[in-house]
């Protein structure tokens, strides 16, 4: 079963604008991670933000957790035609590795 | 490029067959994940294995198996397929609890 949603399930912004995607999940967690997915292919894994971190940057990417809201967003700043993908995030449960995902935000990026 | 590979990348074949799935992790990951991916379940967590023991199991059904073998290298046996075992499997590795990096995936489809 799923951990969480992801809000929105698609999202459409102009090349330049910022893009941002939340994820809500049910249980306390170890760690969470955002993946993306190009149209079905593999999963690339872009950050990890650990239990005890608020916030985490990496290039164009900002990832923030709130863990009293048992909430997660990631920002794409400027965001470019070649970010279009689905993107998920995981949340990896305390005590274990496994990753449980949310559904997905399918981001379309228009030239 | 992930570092993890997985083949065959495409599997086609027909209900009550059986088919082996094979995953390289990492150079120096002892940890191997597998999951499915479905149009309608999503990303589901199925078996994990750390160095050759298995270590958590999800959703994953009877009829499926696993096994770690003393290189580390993986296989997923999946037998008596249906036509709901069309999907995407994924295996992922990693350093215990740290980021999962995910191969490129075989897409089962199952006739």
């Known amino acids: 079963s799923q951990q969480g949603e992801e809000d929105p399930q698609a999202l459409s912004i102009q090349e330049g604008e910022n893009a941002t995607m939340n994820c809500s999940y049910k249980t306390s967690i170890n760690n969470l991670q955002w993946y993306r997915q190009n149209s079905g292919r593999g999963l690339v894994h872009l950050i990890l933000i650990r239990s005890n971190e608020r916030e985490k940057h990496s290039g164009r990417l900002r990832v923030t957790l709130d863990t009293s809201k048992k909430s997660s967003s990631l920002l794409i700043t400027a965001s470019r035609a070649a970010d279009t993908a689905s993107y998920f995030c995981?949340?990896?449960?305390?005590?274990?590795?496994?990753?449980?995902f949310g559904q997905g935000t399918e981001l379309s990026v228009k030239p | 490029d992930s570092g993890v590979t997985q083949t065959p990348k495409h599997l086609i074949t027909a209900t009550g067959q059986r088919v082996t799935l094979r995953c390289s992790p990492r150079s120096g990951d002892l940890s191997v994940y597998w999951y499915q991916q479905s149009l309608d379940q999503g990303l589901q967590f199925l078996i994990q294995?750390?160095?050759?023991?298995?270590?958590a199991k999800g959703n994953i059904l009877e009829r499926f198996s696993a096994q770690q073998f003393p290189d580390l290298h993986s296989e997923l046996n999946l037998s008596s397929l249906e036509l709901g075992d069309s999907a995407l499997y994924f295996c992922?590795?990693?350093?215990?609890?740290?980021?999962?990096?995910f191969g490129p995936g075989t897409r089962l489809t199952v006739l």
């Open positions: 294995y750390y160095n050759g023991e298995e270590r």
């Open positions: 992922a590795s990693s350093a215990l609890g740290g980021e999962q990096f």
């Open positions: 995981a949340t990896g449960v305390i005590g274990g590795g496994k990753l449980i």
